[in-house]
């Protein structure tokens, strides 16, 4: 009886390490897939604002005119939510 009892627990003790190297195995993937993720998203919010400096350069009275025109947009949805 107690060999059947210690057999057990060897045989749990084995199915509970599996479990931990499966899921620091997925832990360690999920940690990975992120550090990917923020590096690529880091590479295209620098493109962007390259992009952003390069065209506020180029056309400087439109980009003063977009922003303008957004910022009235915004604000007057800003005003009908509060509103109602």
């Known amino acids: ?3 059947s ?3 057990e627990a060897v045989k749990t003790g084995e199915r509970v390490a599996e479990q ?3 899921s620091k195995e997925a832990v ?5 897939d992120t550090k990917h993720f923020v590096k690529r998203t880091n590479r ?6 390259g992009d952003a400096k390069y065209n506020i350069k ?3 009275l439109r980009s003063v005119a977009i922003a303008f ?3 009235a ?5 800003i005003s009908r939510s509060v509103k109602q």
């Open 73 to 77: 947009i915004v604000g007057v949805v």
């Open 28 to 32: 360690t993937g999920a940690w990975d």
């Open 5 to 7: 009892i210690l057999k």
């Open 58 to 60: 180029r056309a400087p």
């Open 69 to 71: 025109g957004a910022g």
């Open 1 to 3: 009886m107690q060999q």
């Open 20 to 22: 931990f190297t499966a």
């Open 44 to 49: 295209s919010i620098e493109h962007l604002l």
